[in-house]
T-cell receptor, first 114, second 110 residues
Framework: GAGVSQTPSNKVTEKGKYVELRCDPI?????LYWYRQSLGQGPEFLIY????????DSGLPNDRFFAVRPEGSVSTLKIQRTERGDSAVYLC????????????FGPGTRLTVL | KQEVTQIPAALSVPEGENLVLNCSFT??????LQWFRQDPGKGLTSLLL?????REQTSGRLNASLDKSSGRSTLYIAASQPGDSATYLC?????????FGAGTTVTVRA
């Protein structure tokens, strides 16, 4: 079956602009995660959804970042007033939802803020 | 906050040599530990997951050990091949959150 997909694969924007990044999880996975990977670093946790609700958004760096998952499937990460420091690869992962389930990662969206 | 460190940051070996990748973490109260592979421009591929009650996991040429008391895990890759060239990431589970190291970039020379 299809894995986790993310669109776009690359996004270039200007400082101050608004961007949306999309994640399509594996069908049937109730848990969805967003991570951010800066150059030369490992991914850092941003937010975790169980179903439609954000169970843990403690990793979001500030209130410019917001994520939704209105129907419990596709999720959108939204970044307002982008800054150059937001440049990174944004990874999405999904799992069946219990604490022992492996997270399956998508290929990521590379965001570049000029 | 859990801190995960991977040493070395980069490694270059001739084909056929065994690889030893190290991962250390600061909080031993972990749930699971997982090793991933990341190819340039690609997402993460899970290699091995060691549950907290286990000491090691094996898959083919890969073997990962876990010593929670000392806060260490080691990934062994036997008889390396050029196709093993990638970045290897260690991740510690804190319930559902993964805390990652910065990775070890491996180059296997033909």
């Amino acid at each position: 079956g299809a894995g986790v997909s993310q669109t776009p694969s690359n996004k270039v924007t200007e400082k101050g602009k608004y961007v949306e990044l999309r994640c399509d999880p594996i069908s049937g996975h109730t848990a969805l995660y967003w991570y951010r990977q800066s150059l030369g670093q490992g991914p850092e946790f941003l937010i975790y959804f169980q179903g439609t609700g954000a169970a843990d958004d403690s990793g979001l760096p500030n209130d410019r970042f917001f994520a939704v998952r209105p129907e419990g499937s596709v999720s959108t990460l939204k970044i307002q007033r982008t800054e150059r420091g937001d440049s990174a690869v944004y990874l999405c992962a999904s799992s069946f939802g219990t604490l022992t389930d492996t997270q399956y990662f998508g290929p990521g969206t590379r965001l570049t803020v000029l | 906050k859990q801190e995960v460190t991977q040493i070395p940051a980069a490694l270059s070996v001739p084909e056929g040599e065994n690889l030893v990748l190290n991962c250390s973490f600061t909080d031993s109260a972990i749930y699971n530990l997982q090793w991933f592979r990341q190819d340039p421009g690609k997402g993460l591929t899970s290699l091995l997951l060691i549950q907290s009650s286990q000491r090691e996991q094996t898959s083919g040429r890969l073997n990962a050990s876990l010593d929670k008391s000392s806060g260490r895990s080691t990934l062994y890759i036997a008889a390396s091949q050029p196709g093993d060239s990638a970045t290897y990431l260690c991740a510690v589970w804190d319930d559902y959150k993964l805390s990652f190291g910065a990775g070890t970039t491996v180059t296997v020379r033909a």
